[in-house]
């Protein structure tokens, strides 16, 4: 690589469900509060920043340092939906929060009978919140099944923005497995994409994810080798 592309830093956006101190119901949470940090730590050319969804369990306490960045009113198929854009730095790494308090102004994370449309809404509204960000980035790294529709979008709904997409699964046992008929009505898809995320005659968001994603990774080498293995 020569020196002039060495010295542009690699613009990184991670897409998770969880990150810590904000909200964290288990590991994907702990990765993702204490990885970007450490990484740009140790390799000075990359800019790595976080978005998230601005939960209810959010602490108030770090809510009150949030700078408002902006609104859109975003199409997810048939729905237009509200989704504010919030900002803040903690510890040298930037956060960004995703608000809109139909789906995410409610105690708790997940497990709510409309999960789908809440991380369809989340990851779209990260396509459409770039702009507000004053951020491109080179590569949005997407985790888990919460963001693993990133690649799907990238790939069939905003292909002009010739993003790299990286995916990197956590956990496989959740993999955001929904009937096929929200695949139009609640994900914004069209047939084509049916090869890409049906499994079975049903949805499976990680398997889109994985079929549509540039780069895919586990959090672990062991655990890619256990996954490889099964």
């Known amino acids: 690589m020569d020196k002039q592309h060495m010295d542009k830093p690699v613009k990184v956006l991670f897409v998770s469900a969880e990150a810590q101190p904000f909200a964290a119901a288990g590991g994907l949470g702990e990765v993702i509060g204490s990885l970007p940090a450490a990484v740009m730590a140790v390799c000075k050319g990359f800019d790595i920043r976080v978005v998230l969804p601005l939960y209810e369990d959010i ?40 608000e809109n308090e139909y789906y995410f102004k409610r105690k708790g994370l997940y497990g709510f009978f409309d999960d789908a449309e809440r991380y369809a809404f989340f990851c779209k509204s990260v396509m459409h919140c770039i702009d507000k960000m004053e951020f491109e980035p080179d590569i949005v790294h997407a985790h888990d099944w919460h963001g693993a529709l990133i690649p799907v979008y990238l790939k069939y709904k905003f292909p002009e923005r010739k993003l790299k997409s990286v995916l990197t699964i956590h956990n496989v046992e959740y993999q955001g497995r929904f009937d096929e008929s929200m ?43 256990e996954l490889t293995q099964t």
Not at 66 to 91: E, F, I, K
Request: aromatic fraction near 12%; glycine fraction near 10%.
């Open 59 to 98: 602490d108030v306490m770090y809510k009150e340092q949030m700078t408002h960045l902006g609104d859109v009113t975003m199409p997810l198929s048939w729905r237009s939906q509200y989704c504010g854009l919030y900002g803040l730095c903690l510890q040298g790494v930037q956060y960004y929060f995703i």
């Open 183 to 225: 695949l139009s009505d609640v994900f914004d898809l069209g047939k084509t994409v049916r090869g890409d995320v049906l499994q079975w005659d049903e949805i499976n968001l990680l398997k889109g994810g994985i079929v549509c994603c540039d780069a895919l990774s586990t959090v672990s080498p062991s655990y890619a080798q």
